[in-house]
C-alpha cells in the first residue's frame, strides 16, 4: 500500500484515524484483521475474565505535550472531568466489589480542581488508588510542590512516565527540560518513601519507544534503569513497565509523517503473540473518559469506540452485568496490545 500521507489537522478527528487503521494491508495487498488472529485461538469475540480495575481519565488537561501521546493532551485542553460525574463513578465503585483498583489518568490527573478530593474519597472505599503522574506537574506550580506527601498519605500507588535515563532521548520525546525535572521530582518522591524498600509506597516508571519500533526486553530494561538512576542521581524505584505505542492520535500522525506507518503495522501483526491476547488489559478494566462515558479500554477511548448497549454507556446508566457478557470492541490497533511480550498499561503481559 502506498504511504498514506498527513493531511491537515486531522489526528485529533477519531474517524479518520480507524479509516486509516483499518485501510492497512500486508505486502500481498491483503488486509489482515486482529479477529482473523483471535479467531484460531478461541478469543473471539473477545470476552471480559473480570471487572477488577476501574480506569478513569479526569480530564484531558497537561502541562506538557509528548510526541507520543495516544490523549493528544495538553495546555490547550479544556477537557475535565466534573465532580457529578466524580460522585457517578464513587457510586459504581461502592457497588462493585470485584473493582479492587481505581487508576486515574489524564492529561495530568493533578490538574483536575476536584482531584484530591476524588483521591480522598476513593481512598474510604478502601479501594487501590493508581495515579499517572508525569513526574513535571510536581514542580509546575507551588500548589504541586505537596503533591509526594498527599500521595504518601493516601498510600497512593505512581505510575510515571521516563522514556529513558538521560536527557537527550527525553527530552526529545517530552519536551525541553522535562528529563531535568523528572529527576527532581523522582528525588523528591524518593525523600517521602517512594520506591524504598519497606516503605510500602510504589513507584513505577514506564516507558515508551521514541520511534517505530517495539519496546527491548522489560526485565533487561528495567535492570539498566535501576543501575542508571542509581548510579547517577541516587534514584531507586519498583519496576518499570514497557508500553507499546499504538497507532493512535499524535503516535499515528508521527508514523505517517514519517512514511513508517505500513513497515510498524507489520512489524505489529508478526509480532502476534497468543499468550498476550489471552491477557490484554480490556479483559479486566473498563475505561472511563472524562465526560462520563465507558470504553473498553483508553485507547478505544481516543478512537471514541464507546460501548454500547442500546445506546452508549454512561456512568450514568452503568449496567455491571452487561458489562461482564459484552464482546470487547476491537480493531486493527488491537495489534499493539498483543505484540511480542505484549502492552497494557501495567507492561508486558507475556
Known amino acids: 500500500m ?35 488472529k483471535l479467531e484460531p485461538i478461541g478469543l473471539f469475540p473477545l470476552k471480559p475474565t473480570e471487572i477488577e480495575i476501574f480506569q478513569i481519565n479526569v480530564g484531558k488537561m497537561c502541562n506538557q505535550t509528548c510526541k507520543h501521546c495516544h490523549v493528544d493532551a495538553g495546555p490547550d485542553r479544556k477537557e475535565i472531568m466534573t465532580k457529578e460525574t466524580m460522585k457517578q463513578c464513587l457510586q459504581i465503585i461502592y457497588e ?7 487508576d486515574l489518568t489524564g492529561g495530568a490527573p493533578e490538574m483536575n480542581p476536584e482531584f484530591r478530593w476524588f483521591v480522598e474519597e476513593i481512598t474510604k472505599l478502601g479501594k487501590n488508588v493508581i495515579v499517572r503522574c508525569n513526574l513535571t506537574i510536581i514542580l509546575a506550580n507551588k500548589k504541586y510542590y505537596d503533591l509526594p506527601e498527599f500521595f504518601k498519605a493516601h498510600n497512593i500507588e505512581v505510575v510515571s512516565s521516563l522514556p529513558y535515563f538521560n536527557a537527550a532521548r527525553t527530552d526529545s520525546q517530552r519536551g525541553n527540560g522535562v528529563f531535568e525535572k523528572s529527576i527532581k521530582a523522582l528525588q523528591m ?15 513505577n516508571l514506564v516507558y515508551n519507544p521514541a520511534g517505530a519500533f517495539l519496546p527491548s526486553d522489560q526485565m533487561t530494561l528495567q535492570s539498566e534503569f535501576k543501575k542508571q538512576l542509581s548510579d547517577k542521581y541516587n534514584i531507586v524505584f519498583n519496576e518499570l513497565f514497557t508500553i507499546t505505542n499504538l497507532p493512535v492520535s499524535r503516535f499515528l500522525e508521527y508514523l505517517i509523517r514519517t ?40 485507547f478505544n477511548q481516543m478512537l471514541d469506540l464507546k460501548i454500547e448497549n442500546g445506546k452508549a454507556m454512561h456512568v450514568s446508566n452503568y449496567n455491571a452485568d452487561f458489562l461482564k457478557k459484552r464482546n470487547i470492541i476491537i480493531n486493527e490497533h488491537c495489534f499493539g496490545c498483543t505484540a511480542g511480550a505484549g502492552s497494557s498499561c501495567g507492561g508486558a503481559t507475556a
Open 2 to 36: 502506498k504511504s498514506l500521507k498527513a493531511s491537515g489537522n486531522k489526528f485529533s478527528d477519531e474517524h479518520y484515524q480507524l479509516e486509516v487503521i483499518e485501510s492497512h494491508r500486508n505486502e500481498d495487498g491483503e488486509f489482515v484483521s486482529f479477529q482473523s
Open 96 to 102: 462493585n466489589d470485584s473493582i479492587h483498583t481505581v
Open 189 to 203: 518522591l524518593n525523600d517521602v518513601g517512594y520506591g524504598k524498600e519497606g516503605s510500602g509506597l510504589t513507584l
Open 259 to 298: 512514511e513508517n506507518y505500513d513497515e510498524y503495522m507489520e512489524n505489529l501483526i508478526a509480532a502476534f503473540n497468543p499468550s498476550a491476547a489471552e491477557n490484554v488489559m480490556c479483559r479486566n478494566t473498563i475505561s472511563v473518559g472524562w465526560d462520563g462515558y465507558l470504553y473498553d479500554c483508553d
